[in-house]
């Protein structure tokens, strides 16, 4: 393994073995996961409405939203501890740190997601088992794409007095793309199409994903050097 790719590890080894000993974040978007479908159970008159119409859309609402929580704190912890500082000294590349921070933040997400889908499989009754292989590849797909806006703009946003309250207001337009062609895909897998029906819906997810996290690699040092 390369010395990047070790830095790159070790960045990225380090926000998961702060996040799984304190767990501030993920009890945060995990409760969000679990509160919002509740009431979105009781909200909505399930004789009216087919839970399958609407589980799609949701689940990605709860991504979205939920992973806000998270990722508007991504830099919370440096910016307490003073930590930014002694990691911008290290001699390590700049989008070491930015992708690492990704890593660590898909992992993150990816077990809310988990969390979500069976949640709302329970609430609701929908079966993710079919096409699950194809669903999990749309979640993938669109969990980097998130990941890296966020991740990008949470550096932004971690040197503003306003902080978390911008992140969502400077995200929201920008997560149109990966929304609506997210949802649609997975509503489309959910109602028993086959996976090369959502092929189109996919590779351009991943095209924003790639373009995502490219420029996040190529902005990042110039966000945290200012």
């Given amino acids: 393994m390369s010395r990047y790719l070790r830095q790159v590890w070790a960045l990225a080894a380090k926000d998961l073995r702060v996040e799984f ?3 501030e974040r993920f009890v945060a978007m ?5 509160l919002t479908s509740l009431l979105f159970n009781y909200a909505v008159d399930w004789t009216l409405l087919n839970p399958r119409d609407i589980a799609s859309a949701l689940i990605w609402m709860i991504i979205v939203l939920g992973g806000l929580l998270g990722l508007g704190r991504t830099f919370e912890l440096e910016k307490e501890d003073g930590a930014m500082e002694g990691l911008l000294v290290a001699p390590l590349p700049r989008d070491a740190l930015f992708l690492g921070k990704v890593i660590a933040n898909c992992v993150l997400l990816g077990l809310v997601e988990v969390l979500a889908v069976l949640v ?3 609430f609701f009754q929908v079966d993710f088992t079919q096409n699950w292989l194809a669903i999990g590849a749309v979640l993938l797909v669109g969990t980097i794409g998130f990941v890296s806006l966020g991740t990008l703009f949470s550096g932004i946003t971690a040197g503003t007095r306003m902080g978390e309250t911008l992140l969502p207001v ?3 337009p920008l997560l149109v793309p ?3 062609f997210g949802a649609s895909s997975t509503a489309s897998l959910l109602a028993g ?3 090369a029906v959502v092929y189109g819906s996919l590779r351009i997810l991943a095209a924003f994903s790639i373009l995502a996290l490219v420029s996040g690699v190529g902005l990042f040092r110039f966000i945290v050097e200012e």
């Fill in 178 to 180: 990966l929304v609506a």
């Fill in 120 to 122: 709302v499989s329970l």
């Fill in 193 to 195: 199409f086959p996976p």
């Fill in 21 to 23: 000993r304190t767990r």
């Fill in 30 to 34: 995990a409760a969000f996961v679990v």
């Fill in 170 to 172: 400077l995200l929201f």
